[in-house]
């Protein structure tokens, strides 16, 4: 057996937002914490690639639960105030205005809820006051409590609204953007979405991704946490009910009181020694995405689309989210302008980006011939530019490809590549757990798996699991 090298007092398996949040916390208390990842890059699900010199965000879109300077009491100012994090160094830059487009109605929305709440009231008029009940629940709703019992979402919304198309509209962009779970969400995630997208609101900063990637990965230095890139952690072997030895991608061996997962609750059991492979299987997700780039010369506002910032649209009667039929499901997505944020002193991109997400099969994609799946990359891309333009103002097609500048596309197995996560989950497992609670009495969760949602979310559960489970637990602070 090879000499164990290091032990620490918690090692966080995965340098994505919920990981780097997770170790930011424990490293201001004084414990001594390393961070292990195998790729090369951090950030996991949002992070960002670069090709040419030029970078691309992957993941969400925007950065959701925004709030204007001075709004206290909500997700984003209490991870800042638990990560030390001065709002400007996130310099966060809200949205215009987004849009759910359905074939027979639109509802605009922007970070001021009033304008949402005015266009249910409005074209939806014999649901007004069962909406209102239900922004009520939603608002008095205790979404993070970590022993609340699941709830279906569809079944209670259904006891406020009458209207399915109204009932569509709202879970289209809050499934789009946080759903692991089919047709249906557990209650507590709807809320949280929610409140992430409608009640708060969406934002990014000028440079994308990196610059939140950038600041979290500095307050972790600061703090003096430890980090290992291109090394992961290969196995966790077993002993008395608790993780002893965390074997790592190159052979050596660590230990940790407390060991911290962030890549997802069946890719966590499947490390185990021995592994829990019947628990992890039954419990994998079945929802991936692809997506197209587009990069322009000129801004989307040149070509008559510089009103919304992100649009989720839908051309069916009903909305189906569900795993995809073909390799990729053209019938609902998302289109986001990266341009068409407010950034400040009138700043804008260096150049036009469009992207387009669907939902996209992974067993379809997974193992194609490279020949044969650089095709379909092909075929499918120019699919999904079609199939969003539908909801766009029209445009002179050979002036828009006379002004296109490079493309790119990543399907589920690019997601699967760069996340681990078994089928290219996009959101991880459908059942979550929200204690972070494992077989194992040292070994817990954080990050997707655990259920809080989105960029925010995610960095809340981080710091939420080290709190709960390192700081606040025996030997803690």
């Known amino acids: 057996m090879p000499a164990t090298s290091q032990h620490y007092d918690a090692v966080i398996i995965g340098a994505g937002m919920s990981g780097l949040a997770a170790g930011i916390r424990l490293a201001h208390f004084g414990r001594k914490v390393c961070i292990f990842e195998r790729h090369n890059a951090p950030g996991g699900l949002n992070s960002f690639y670069s090709i040419v010199g030029r970078k691309f965000d992957v993941g969400l879109h925007a950065m959701t639960n925004y709030v204007a300077p001075g709004v206290k009491g909500t997700p984003l100012t209490k991870l800042l105030r638990q990560l030390r994090i001065d709002r400007e160094e996130f310099a966060l830059c809200p949205q215009k205005r987004s849009r759910i487009a359905f074939p027979d109605c639109q509802l605009h929305f922007t970070n001021d809820f009033a304008v949402l709440d005015a266009e249910v009231r409005e074209k939806f008029p014999h649901d007004a006051e069962g909406w209102g009940r239900l922004v009520q629940l939603v608002r008095t709703y205790d979404d993070v409590a ?16 009458r209207d399915p198309l109204l009932t569509d509209m709202i879970f289209c ?10 047709r249906d969400m557990e209650f507590g995630q709807f809320v949280i979405m929610f409140k992430a997208l409608f009640l708060e609101g969406f934002a990014r900063p000028l440079d994308g991704v990196r610059v939140i990637i950038r600041v979290l990965l500095e307050k972790y230095r600061q703090a003096g946490g430890e980090r290992r890139m291109k090394c992961g952690v290969a196995r966790i072997i077993e002993r008395d009910g608790r993780a002893a030895r965390l ?19 069946p890719e966590t059991l499947l490390l185990c020694e021995p592994a829990r492979a019947t628990e992890a299987h039954a419990n994998v997700g079945q929802l991936s995405y692809a997506e197209t780039i587009t990069v322009h010369r000129q801004p989307p506002a040149r070509w008559g689309w510089g009103h919304d910032t992100i649009v989720f649209f839908n051309d069916s009667p009903r909305f189906h989210y569900e795993r995809a039929r073909e390799a990729i499901d ?6 986001c302008f990266p341009n068409n944020f407010s950034y400040a002193d009138g700043a804008d991109l260096p150049e036009g980006l469009v992207r387009v997400t669907c939902l996209a099969d992974f067993d379809r994609w997974a193992t194609l011939p490279e020949e044969t799946y650089q095709a379909e990359k092909r075929r499918w891309f120019d699919a999904i530019q079609r199939s969003a333009r539908r909801f766009l103002p029209p445009v002179d097609e050979s002036a828009l490809a006379a002004d296109l500048v490079t493309t790119d596309m990543f399907t589920p197995r690019t997601v699967r590549k760069f996340t681990g996560h078994l089928n290219g989950a996009i959101y991880g497992a459908p059942r979550k757990l929200r204690d972070g609670r494992t077989h194992l009495q040292n070994l817990y969760l954080c990050g997707t798996d655990q259920g809080f949602l989105g960029i925010v979310g995610a960095m809340l559960s981080g710091i939420s699991m080290a709190n709960y489970h390192v700081l606040q637990g025996p030997g803690g602070r």
Not at 146 to 161: F, K, M, N, Y
Not at 175 to 182: D, F, I, L, P
Not at 330 to 335: N, T
């Open 146 to 161: 970590l022993d609340a019992q699941p709830r279906s979402a569809r079944e209670i919304v259904a006891q406020h609204l």
């Open 173 to 182: 962009p809050v499934m789009y953007y946080g759903s692991a779970q089919e």
């Open 247 to 265: 074997v790592l991608d190159d052979g050596s061996e660590v230990t940790a009181d407390h060991v911290i997962s962030s890549i997802g609750h």
């Open 330 to 335: 053209l019938r609902s997505g998302v289109i």
